[in-house]
């Protein structure tokens, strides 16, 4: 698209959003620019081009709120009870997003590289806003958003939206990987990968699979390898010098080995294409006896209505190997951030303000099983009671460690995924994919 034509969307945006141009309109201008008829529909549903902006009287201001994948039903219900109370005039427009992170990450950079402003408030994971930040992508929320209420939230979330001394994005829930187990086939849970591995198979008869885990090549596998990596006792990353790469390490070896054996055997064959969704639906399906997932999975799972297994099941830690005694949770979780070129940015933070608030953090944790990033949440006593879940996360939590923390974590994690996924995919060996990843991503942070 020409700078000329950029500019001209530009304007019908604008127009449709701060509700001076009916829907008709603007798609006619749309097309006239050069867009085709279903990508100018698209990009109306996207400015919140509906029914109560196309009066041409003002009055309303449209957000665009763009997510992660929600199955749950909690982003849509948070946003209908934000757009019914709020008194700014403000109309929040959700955006489900695709399941793969990666997919997701290309929806902003394309959008963001344009200087567009089709989307306001961006929910972005942990591992990106720094990066956000430093191609000017987003907000400073700094002088918006008091220390004296950053206080309240999860520190280890509020340090991911911190980039050079600057708060650049909010935290709106962490996240941790948890081993699921079925209650009516196992007694006791694993603690070690040789425990999972011999449960599962002494139990074979009793589901389609043994385990089931996030296999993929994207983002998800990069958290898997990372928490069987750790349980192994080793590191992607020198833990205090992000220049040091240490993942082809006999640790490192022994975890993937560990992950290699298990497809085919006590993980089906397909399990490389597996990301979370599929995951979940094979274990409430009932057809997996163990599964690694978030904790959204819980409150799906013990929904009788759409679940096999809804109370049959319970959550333990991730297992750990080798010579180690503690088995790592890999942390995630989603931050908010403002679009940089958006026409609304205090309107954004508005609603943003409502989604850190209590309201919308307990909607998170109750209705999603969501882990948000409000601490008060966690204690309590309606959350406790509808979401047994709470009582159970502390200590997982506590030995929780994140991805790589690199300034390049996009081609860090890329590496990660490619040569993880040959070794599972038998292409390669555990120990070529180990020494391909450690030359690649020391040749990466020497950059």
Request: glycine share 8%; hydrophobic share 35%.
């Amino acid at each position: 698209m020409i700078p000329e034509q950029r500019e001209a969307l530009d304007e019908i945006i604008v127009k449709i959003r701060s509700g001076r141009m009916t829907r008709r309109t603007f798609l006619e201008r749309a097309v006239a620019i050069g867009l085709t008829s279903s990508a100018a529909v698209s990009l109306l549903e996207a400015c919140g081009g509906t029914s109560n902006s196309s009066g041409g009287n003002g009055q309303t201001i449209n957000l665009v709120w763009q997510t992660e994948n929600d199955t749950s039903g909690t982003y849509p219900a948070i946003v209908d009870a934000y757009n019914k109370s709020n008194k700014d005039g403000i109309h929040v427009t959700w955006h489900n997003g695709p399941s793969g992170t990666g997919d997701i990450l290309t929806i902003y950079t394309t959008m963001l590289r344009a200087r567009s402003s089709s989307i306001d408030v961006m929910s972005i994971d942990v591992v990106y806003p720094a990066e956000f930040a430093a191609n000017g992508w987003s907000v400073d929320l700094t002088s918006r958003w008091p220390a004296s209420d950053r206080a309240n939230y999860l520190q280890g979330p509020i340090k991911s939206c911190t980039y050079q001394g600057q708060i650049v994005a909010a935290p709106l829930r962490t996240d941790l990987g948890i081993l699921y187990y079925r209650t009516d086939i196992i007694s006791t849970p694993p603690k070690t990968f040789d425990d999972l591995v011999s449960e599962a198979k002494s139990n074979a008869s009793k589901a389609k699979y043994g385990y089931v885990w996030q296999g993929s090549q994207y983002e998800g596998l990069v958290c898997d390898f990372v928490e069987v990596l750790g349980g192994y006792g080793g590191t992607v990353l020198d833990p205090n010098n992000s220049k040091s790469v240490t993942v082809n390490s006999p640790q490192g070896l022994q975890a993937l080995t560990e992950m290699v054996s298990w497809v085919g055997t006590i993980s089906p064959t397909a399990v490389t294409t597996f990301t979370e969704e599929p995951c979940r639906q094979a274990f409430q399906n009932g057809d997996a006896i163990f599964m690694r997932n978030w904790p959204y999975a819980y409150s799906l799972g013990n929904n009788a209505s759409q679940s096999k297994v809804a109370g049959k099941f319970d959550i333990t830690s991730i297992p750990y190997g080798g010579s180690n005694t503690t088995g790592h949770s890999c942390t995630g979780g989603w931050n908010m951030a403002i679009n940089a070129f958006s026409k609304q940015p205090d309107a954004s933070w508005k609603f943003m303000q409502y989604m850190l608030g209590a309201s919308a953090q307990k909607t998170l944790a109750i209705m999603g099983s969501f882990t948000p990033a409000l601490q008060s949440v966690y204690n309590d006593p309606e959350v406790q009671q509808k979401q047994p879940l709470f009582t159970k996360l502390a200590p997982i939590l506590q030995n929780a460690l994140p991805r790589p923390v690199s300034p390049v974590y996009p081609d860090l994690s890329n590496i990660i995924q490619t040569q993880v996924h040959q070794a599972l995919t038998k292409q390669i060996t555990p120990q070529a994919a180990l020494s391909a990843m450690q030359s690649q991503l020391q040749a990466l942070v020497n950059k």
